[in-house]
């Protein structure tokens, strides 16, 4: 351990980690300042608050920490303007407000889905006159605009989901005639299309799991059809296809938690026999299938916070004999193992879990939050093994 934030057994509570240029940035919690932005090079002295976005005991609450180059884009509140849109460069100086959409200081939470492509960083939105919409920002005030109200006027096309592939943004979106279904941007507004109308009608499918692997995009969604199921897509209608019916028939195998390394695709989905356990895809019906069952039977392992460190994939699952830990896979049934029983109390449900979660890479090691059942929830990190998987804060 580093040393500790907050000094109560169950305070500190760091969450919300990205990082940029070999930085750590999160969001964590002290008597002094509230929830506020922080950063960390691995070390005890450069583990530091950044700034006192909103001076004193009160909060800013830092949320959707997204990099964009160099700069880290995320919301927060200064007490001031309500929830808006800020950047920083590490620095206190260089922590500042980029704009605030909304216009208002009523603490409304406006901005959501920050998403980088390139230079640009793409998010949602609210205004009164066009409603939740897609916007997009450059880092100044001038540069913060909306794209295109594709669903005119003031309800709200309500875009989520947004992935980038290349320099194209994909998002799920309604335009008040087809549903929720998938669509892309190139940031201007006549690039600004849906895709397919997956499930015909105003119903919509509902993509999810958007995720990218090179030029194509793997989703889920729900044609009506055969439930929600993997899909991809390489922005064309003609192109946009239904991988496999994993768990057959109008069920759904409901595929989740997409994480892609190199040209494999893993996700969480359960066939109707197994539970809900780990999968992987190449793209091809045939070669999408359940990597272990790691709850042996119909019962699910509760798998979470999927995680690609170079070949190797990172989660938390429990096997029935440990609760919910740190795992690891290589994508084969034997190189899927647990990597460390955090929490080594593993009688009663959830009291002997060490339920790690918000996993955020930094080059070779994997931090994370987790409870040992001594020091609370606490910063941890792992570089993959069991000796190596320690307490940072």
């Known amino acids: 351990m580093l040393?500790?934030?907050?000094?109560?057994?169950?305070?500190?509570?760091?969450?919300?980690?990205?990082?940029?240029?070999?930085?750590?940035?999160?969001?964590?919690?002290?008597?002094?300042?509230?929830?506020?932005?922080?950063?960390?090079?691995g070390t005890t002295l450069g583990t530091v608050m950044v700034k006192d976005i909103n001076s004193g005991s009160s909060s800013s609450l830092p949320m959707y920490l997204t990099a964009v180059g160099n700069t880290l884009f995320f919301e927060a509140d200064d007490g001031y303007n309500g929830r808006a849109l800020w950047k920083s460069d590490g620095s206190a100086s260089g922590t500042v407000l980029v704009a605030d959409p909304y216009g208002s200081s009523d603490g409304a939470s406006p901005l959501d889905m920050l998403t980088a492509v390139g230079n640009t960083l793409f998010f949602k939105a609210y205004t009164t006159t066009d409603g939740v919409e897609l916007w997009k920002s450059d880092g100044t005030s001038s540069g913060t605009v909306m794209v295109k109200d594709i669903n005119s006027g003031s309800g709200g096309s309500n875009p989520e989901k947004f992935t980038a592939v290349g320099s194209t943004i994909y998002f799920s979106a309604n335009d008040g005639m087809n549903g929720h279904e998938l669509w892309k941007s190139?940031?201007?507004?006549?690039?600004?299309?849906?895709?397919?109308?997956?499930?015909?009608?105003?119903?919509?499918?509902?993509?999810?799991?958007?995720?990218?692997?090179?030029?194509?995009?793997?989703?889920?969604?729900?044609?009506?059809?055969?439930?929600r199921e993997l899909w991809k897509s390489e922005g064309a209608s003609s192109?946009?296809?239904?991988?496999?019916?994993?768990?057959?028939?109008s069920t759904g195998g409901d595929p989740n938690l997409f994480?892609?390394?190199?040209?494999?695709?893993?996700?969480?989905?359960?066939?109707?026999?197994?539970?809900?356990?780990?999968?992987k895809s190449d793209g091809n019906?045939?070669?999408?299938?359940?990597?272990?069952?790691?709850?042996?039977?119909?019962?699910?392992?509760?798998?979470?916070?999927?995680?690609?460190i170079g070949s190797t994939l990172y989660f938390r699952a429990g096997d029935g004999i440990h609760q919910i830990e740190l795992w690891k896979s290589d994508g084969t049934t034997s190189g899927t193992v647990m990597v460390k029983d955090i929490n080594t109390n593993n009688g009663v449900a959830f009291l002997g879990s060490g339920y790690p979660s918000l996993f955020t890479s930094?080059?070779?090691?994997?931090?994370?939050k987790a409870n040992d059942g001594v020091y609370g929830t606490e910063l941890w990190k792992s570089d993959g093994t069991a000796s190596g998987t320690v307490m940072v804060k």
């Open 3 to 41: 040393t500790e934030i907050y000094s109560q057994s169950n305070q500190g509570y760091p969450f919300n980690l990205a990082e940029v240029g070999g930085t750590l940035f999160f969001v964590a919690y002290d008597e002094t300042n509230g929830y506020e932005l922080w950063k960390s090079d």
């Open 186 to 227: 190139d940031g201007t507004t006549s690039g600004t299309v849906m895709v397919k109308d997956i499930n015909s009608g105003s119903s919509g499918s509902s993509p999810a799991e958007l995720t990218a692997i090179g030029n194509t995009l793997y989703f889920s969604a729900n044609d009506g059809s055969n439930g």
């Open 239 to 249: 192109s946009t296809v239904l991988v496999k019916d994993i768990w057959a028939g």
């Open 259 to 279: 994480t892609a390394i190199g040209s494999t695709l893993y996700f969480s989905a359960s066939d109707g026999i197994n539970g809900t356990e780990l999968w």
């Open 285 to 308: 019906s045939s070669g999408t299938l359940m990597v272990k069952d790691i709850y042996s039977g119909s019962s699910s392992s509760s798998i979470g916070e999927l995680t690609a």
């Open 362 to 368: 930094v080059g070779e090691t994997i931090y994370f």
